[in-house]
């Protein structure tokens, strides 16, 4: 039998190109293992990547083969920017990128999985549009005042198309609340009653406060919407980028950072892109008790909500 050496084997594991990588199957791929992971604990589990459109199809392009075992894996598609925010806050999205991303939105839609929009706008009559355009596509949508997403707007509310309904399939949601920043809740407790205090069908918020899990009471507390009627309640997290504020961060990766740490991004700074596709960064964030994905999991949040999965597009243009 022929016999490779040790080294070769270890750059292709990390990405040394030793061969060419497919950036996008790998990032379909760890997802897939994430969602075989998540519902073999939790079997109704739901998995809701956020962008990276161009996982949709094998060759990235609207109308290219359709990626079925992807499609087939995840239960919602959340897209930034849609109708608004693409060139910053309340700045209408340019035609041509709107009118691509709205092609995989339907494609989405066709296969079954749910569109959420995520617009950035806080000018009145622009909200009311960018609610008002989703609704007719057929997209449940949440339109963001604040790039940061660390607070509840205060208009439109009531929120748009509010229900009293049990909320229990991503399907019956009407709308949403996307709330991953709690800096600005001077505590946990009033994070917690702010979001009690909410009828939105569903909530997208982070595990942590100040760096400490919410409980698996706390979470169940946050199921219910004011107005008596049951929502689900879905975790964040970012696979594309390590951030250094997370449990995982070691101080020592600043001088003498692990192989699968890239660079710095320059638009978020103390987030690293990650090589996705090692095992390393994959164990931190699923398949073991101490891992990210399994923390969610005993919360006992219904879902997760992929991050940073576009990362395939800045290693495609290295």
């Known amino acids: 039998m022929r016999r490779f050496p040790v080294l070769v084997l270890l750059l292709a594991i990390i990405g040394c190109p030793t061969r060419e990588r497919d950036y996008r199957e790998d990032m379909r791929e760890f997802i897939g293992r994430i969602k075989g992971y998540a519902r073999g604990i939790s079997p109704g589990f739901l998995i809701i990547p956020q962008n990276g459109d161009g996982l949709l199809t094998i060759d990235g392009s609207p109308d290219g083969p359709r990626a079925t075992d992807y499609l087939s894996g995840i239960d919602g598609l959340g897209r930034e920017d849609l109708f608004y925010g693409y060139n910053g806050v309340d700045l209408p999205t340019p035609e041509s990128e709107r009118k691509e991303m709205i092609e995989f939105m339907d494609l989405a839609e066709e296969e079954g999985v749910e569109v959420l929009v995520v617009d950035y706008c806080s000018t009145r009559t ?3 549009d960018s609610y008002l355009k989703s609704y ?3 997209y449940i949508s ?3 005042d604040h790039r940061e997403l660390d607070n509840i707007p ?4 009531p929120p748009f198309n509010v229900n009293s309904d049990d909320i229990t399939s991503l399907s019956m949601a009407r709308n949403f609340l996307y709330l991953i920043n709690p800096g600005s809740f001077p505590t946990k407790d009033s994070l917690l009653l702010s979001l009690q205090a909410t009828n939105y069908d569903l909530l997208i918020i982070d ?10 009471d706390e979470v169940a507390s946050l199921k219910v919407k004011k107005n008596g009627g049951k929502r689900l309640v879905i975790a964040y997290l970012s696979i594309g980028e390590a951030e250094d504020y997370r449990y995982y961060w070691q101080e020592e990766w600043e001088e003498d950072p692990p192989p699968w740490l890239a660079e710095e991004n320059p638009n978020w700074p103390g987030n690293y892109r990650v090589r996705y596709w090692d095992p390393d960064w994959q164990q931190i964030i699923f398949g073991n008790d101490n891992s990210y994905l399994r923390k969610i999991l005993d919360a006992g949040f219904d879902g997760v909500y992929l991050d940073k ?4 597009e ?3 243009g290295e």
């Open 126 to 128: 622009k909200v009311d």
């Open 136 to 138: 007719q596509r057929g």
């Open 142 to 144: 949440f339109a963001a």
């Open 154 to 157: 205060s208009y439109p509310d």
């Open 207 to 216: 595990l942590f406060y100040e760096g400490k899990s919410l409980t698996s």
């Open 309 to 312: 999965v576009d990362t395939f």
């Open 314 to 316: 800045y290693f495609e």
